[in-house]
Nanobody, 126 residues
Framework: QVQLVELGGGLVQAGGSLRLSCTAS????????MGWFRQAPGKERDFVAS??????????TDHVKGRFTISRDNDNAKTTVYLQMHSLTPDDTAIYYC?????????????????WGQGTQVTGAS
């Protein structure tokens, strides 16, 4: 089992920045990729960004390219993934979820991720 804990959500003015973190513990040796998804009110959960645990490959949805950056830190016992967000707008308002996948394929597909964090609220104020 992999446990994920997210931190860093909050309220930010339009154009502002925020950094989310997600720490994975447990059977992290089985994790190939970690990602961020978000769910806006009344909408389905959508892919935001992902990164392989080695850090070699990243993917972004078009909506955040150039504004968000995903990165990771590894140590022996845990992996922490960050989502640095800039130029936030009200459209970025959502609950942001961290997820972990053991699969080498489908980096942007929700069903490929078997472990999920509890979510953290991000609100971009107008």
């Amino acid at each position: 089992q992999v446990q994920l804990v997210e931190l860093g959500g909050g309220l930010v003015q339009a154009g502002g920045s925020l950094r989310l973190s997600c720490t994975a513990s447990g059977r992290i040796s089985s994790v190939y990729r970690m990602g961020w998804f978000r769910q806006a009110p009344g909408k389905e959960r959508d892919f935001v960004a992902s990164i392989t645990r080695s850090g070699g490959n990243t993917y972004y949805t078009d909506h955040v390219k150039g504004r968000f950056t995903i990165s990771r830190d590894n140590d022996n016992a845990k992996t922490t993934v960050y989502l640095q967000m800039h130029s936030l707008t009200p459209d970025d308002t959502a609950i942001y979820y961290c997820a972990a996948s053991t699969l080498m394929y489908n980096p942007m597909t929700e069903n490929a991720y078997g472990s999920w964090g509890q979510g953290t609220q991000v609100t971009g104020a107008s």
